[in-house]
């Protein structure tokens, strides 16, 4: 059974740094075609597409918040981690990761629960 | 990047009804299109990926079709657990979501 799980601090500051991880199981982050994306959610409002890491290594980000994000991977771990700087009231949302199976043009499928995380001084 | 339009942001159905939604693509992506369903307090779910084919264990009452920048998902009888918000996305250039449309009981 394919699962993945997001883990992170439900509240960080203005100006501060987010880390958050996701543990996956089931399948292997080597596996070519394998890919796993962060998507975010402000409370009540749509699903934002963030950034994605595929099998070999290669990353993309949002056009829109690429100077803000980091993706990686431990395959080791199973763990692909997102960090995003600089961060304001307006990033307060449920962040999720999904797994993609065929490469570039694939949907997500499944999806974690998601992790919470607001933005507050 | 495509920007992805949903139609209309709320539909009103009774249970036992068919329900319509719409998703349209700001330009062509082939029929690199899933949807998703979310209910409050879940991850979304995929239901639909390449436009028209239904995930595992998603029933026969929900189809999709289109290709292009048109795209239909169709509810053919509305059950209490369809009520939910759902929400088109291309992975024709990368992934971008639709607004969402709210399906709510009549």
């Known amino acids: 059974q394919v699962t993945l799980k997001e883990s992170g601090p439900v509240l960080v500051k203005p100006t501060e740094t987010l880390t958050l991880t996701c543990t996956v199981s089931?399948?292997?982050?080597?596996?070519?075609?394998?890919?796993v994306s962060w998507i975010r959610q402000p409370p009540g409002k749509a699903l934002e597409w963030l950034a994605h890491?595929?099998?070999?290594?290669?990353?993309s980000y949002s056009t829109s918040l690429k100077s803000r994000l980091t993706i990686s991977k431990d395959t080791s771990k199973s763990q692909v981690v997102l960090t995003m700087t600089n961060m304001d009231p307006v990033d307060t949302a449920t962040y999720y990761c999904?797994?993609?199976?065929?490469?570039?043009?694939?949907?997500?499928?499944?999806w974690g629960q998601g992790t919470l995380v607001t933005v507050s001084s | 990047e495509i920007v992805m339009t949903q139609s209309p942001a709320t539909l009103s159905v009774s249970p036992g009804e068919r329900a319509t939604l719409s998703c349209r693509a700001s330009?062509?992506?082939?029929?690199?299109l899933a949807w998703y369903q979310q209910k409050p307090g879940q991850a979304p779910r995929l239901l639909i990926y390449?436009?028209?084919t239904r995930a595992t264990g998603i029933p026969a009452r929900f189809s999709g079709s289109g290709s292009g920048t048109e795209f239909t998902l169709t509810i053919s009888s509305l059950q209490s657990e369809d009520f939910a918000v759902y929400y088109c996305?291309?992975?024709?250039?990368?992934?971008?979501f639709g607004q969402g449309t709210k399906v709510e009981i009549k």
């Open positions: 999904a797994r993609t199976s065929l490469g570039i043009a694939s949907w997500f499928d499944p």
């Open positions: 089931g399948f292997s982050l080597s596996n070519a075609r394998m890919g």
């Open positions: 890491i595929f099998s070999n290594d290669e990353k």
């Open positions: 330009q062509s992506v082939s029929s690199n």
């Open positions: 390449g436009a028209s």
């Open positions: 996305q291309q992975y024709n250039n990368w992934w971008t």
